[in-house]
């Protein structure tokens, strides 16, 4: 028998079997991510454990770890994505289980803002309301990040759509508090304990919120191309604001659209084309603003 302690659960036999088995649903890159998020899990149930044996696990799936380049089959217009995050809060029933209805509603939060406006994971994750979150004078509500927090030290400063000002302030008066359950934080993306979310749960949420509402696994840094592409086919003519859209600091339109490769796809061009319209409104502000931010 053990003696119950979470490293003598953890044994090479248990982690084997746990690796075989997220083989055979997702990517070598994601595998690596759940086994390193197993040994982070460790160090705080067990401080002091060496973890020497998953640490060896840890560094051989990184090195086998291969990203996927398929993203054309998990790629949607930036509005579908908008769309399916709001239908996402909406269909919420929180008489039910109110913990896990306020997580689903910041999934859906999570895939619409991220739709509005393409933040990079780690930006999110920083996210802090009054901070990061401002609600302007016409209930609107504004994304601001400061050079110094963000990776290519360019300002962030985008209003977005004033159809998610109803849904953000749901979230910041009935679920976020809810979360919190009296504590303080002011994170705008909360667990069901009222910790701020990591980067790494942020992540696995918003994969696993797009595949129950798209059939399709999207991460956080997939909807930056979907902005992208997704502006590229609808309106090639404002392609060059891509890098601005993005928030780049360099004129590098290339490394997220791949409007090149999907230009065989009816199936995607039959998506976005009767959405041009909305997914331009829903994604990017006027050029003369984005070139002020470039």
Do not use: W
């Given at each position: 028998m053990t003696s119950g302690l979470p490293a003598d659960r953890v044994t090479s036999q248990a982690v084997a079997t746990y690796v075989t088995q997220l083989q055979q649903r997702v990517q070598s890159v994601t595998v690596a991510s759940y086994v390193i998020g197993l040994s982070e899990a460790l160090r705080v149930m067990q401080?002091?454990?060496?973890?020497?044996?998953?640490?060896?696990?840890?560094?051989?799936?990184?090195?086998?770890?291969?990203?996927?380049?398929?993203?054309?089959?998990?790629?949607?217009?930036?509005?579908?994505?908008?769309?399916?995050?709001?239908?996402?809060?909406?269909?919420?029933?929180?008489?039910?289980?109110?913990?896990?209805?306020?997580?689903?509603?910041?999934?859906?939060?999570?895939?619409?803002?991220?739709?509005?406006?393409?933040?990079?994971?780690?930006?999110?994750?920083?996210?802090?309301?009054?901070?990061?979150?401002?609600?302007?004078?016409?209930?609107?509500?504004?994304?601001r990040f400061a050079r110094s927090e963000t990776k290519t030290h360019v300002e962030i400063k985008s209003v977005l759509p004033a159809s998610l000002s109803s849904h953000i302030d749901v979230w910041l008066r009935v679920h976020r508090p809810l979360l919190l359950a009296g504590k303080g934080s002011d994170a705008m993306w909360l667990k069901a304990d009222g910790q701020p979310m990591t980067d790494d749960a942020i992540y696995r949420r918003f994969c696993a919120a797009s595949f129950d509402e798209l059939e399709r696994r999207i991460n956080p840094h997939l909807a930056r191309r979907i902005n992208a592409t997704g502006l590229a086919i609808a309106a090639p003519e404002l392609v060059e604001i891509i890098p601005g859209l993005l928030d780049h600091s360099k004129n590098d339109k290339d490394l997220y659209n791949m409007a090149d490769r999907l230009t065989a796809s009816s199936q995607m061009l039959n998506i976005l084309e009767p959405r041009r319209q909305a997914a331009i409104k829903g994604t990017t502000p006027n050029r003369r603003s984005l070139n002020r931010r470039k």
């Open positions: 401080p002091g454990h060496k973890r020497t044996f998953i640490k060896a696990v840890v560094a051989s799936l990184k090195r086998q770890a291969r990203p996927s380049r398929d993203y054309t089959s998990r790629l949607c217009a930036p509005s579908e994505l908008y769309d399916a995050g709001v239908r996402r809060m909406l269909k919420i029933v929180p008489a039910i289980d109110a913990i896990g209805a306020a997580l689903r509603y910041g999934d859906g939060l999570m895939m619409a803002l991220l739709a509005a406006k393409a933040l990079r994971l780690r930006n999110l994750t920083q996210m802090r309301v009054g901070i990061h979150l401002v609600r302007l004078a016409d209930g609107r509500y504004e994304v």
